[in-house]
C-alpha cells in the first residue's frame, strides 16, 4: 500500500530522484525520461476520458491503472537473481488483454480504405493524441532498453505498442465504428 502523507520531499531538488529500488539517478537518465512520456500517456488518456462513460471509458480506466503498474516495473530495475513476484512487473495476461479488446473492436469497425488523418469527433481526436503520446513513450523504452545494463523488461514494450494499436481502433470506434473517419487523400492539395 502506498501512503503519502508529505507530497515534497525536497531530494529532487539536485537534479536527482530515487528508483523503485531506492538508487539515485539524475532526472535526465534514460529511465526516468521512459518514466515521464509514459505518466504523459496516462494523462493524454486521462483527457480521452472525459467524454464520459461507456465501454471505451472503462478500457481506458484499466489501461490508466495498468499505465501505473508499468510505470511502477520500470522504476525498479530487474536484478539477475529477482525472485517472480519480487517487483511488481507487467505480466503476458495485461498483454494479451490489450490484443484482445483490438481485435473485439476491430471486428466492430468499418474496413480502413486509407490511411485516416488524427480527426473526428472531439473524443476520437483525443484518442488520437494518447495514441501518438504512447508512441512517444514507446520510443523512450526502446531508447532505454539499448543502453547496456540498463535491465529492463520486454513486456513494457509490448505493452506500449498494444497500447497505441488499442487507443487508435478506439479512435476510429468514437468516431461512429469508423463511418466518421477522416481519410487521407494523398497529394490532395498539390494542384492549389
Not at 62 to 82: H, S, V, Y
Not at 136 to 141: I, L, T
Request: hydrophobic share 50%; aromatic share 4%; with cysteine.
Amino acid at each position: 500500500m502506498v501512503k503519502l502523507d508529505k507530497i515534497y520531499t525536497r531530494g529532487g531538488d539536485q537534479g536527482e530522484t530515487s528508483l523503485g529500488n531506492g538508487a539515485r539517478v539524475a532526472k535526465s537518465s534514460a529511465r526516468i525520461a521512459a518514466l515521464g512520456e509514459v505518466d504523459e500517456a496516462n494523462a493524454a488518456i486521462g483527457l480521452a476520458r472525459l467524454e464520459g462513460a461507456g465501454p471505451i471509458d472503462a478500457i481506458l480506466a484499466r489501461i490508466q491503472n495498468d499505465l501505473f503498474d508499468l510505470g511502477a516495473d520500470l522504476c525498479t530495475p530487474i536484478r539477475e537473481d529477482e525472485a517472480p513476484g519480487a517487483a511488481l512487473r507487467i505480466v503476458p495476461a495485461q498483454v494479451a488483454w490489450l490484443e484482445a479488446r483490438i481485435d473485439a473492436v476491430t471486428a466492430e469497425l468499418a474496413p480502413l480504405t486509407s490511411f485516416i488523418l488524427p480527426a473526428g469527433s472531439a473524443g476520437a481526436a483525443r484518442l488520437h493524441f494518447a495514441r501518438t503520446v504512447a508512441r512517444r513513450a514507446e520510443r523512450a523504452v526502446v531508447a532505454l532498453l539499448e543502453i547496456p545494463d540498463e535491465p529492463v523488461n520486454r513486456l513494457v514494450l509490448a505493452y506500449l505498442n498494444r497500447l497505441s494499436d488499442l487507443l487508435f481502433v478506439l479512435a476510429r470506434a468514437a468516431n461512429g465504428m469508423g463511418g466518421a473517419d477522416t481519410l487521407w487523400v494523398p497529394a490532395a492539395s498539390r494542384h492549389g
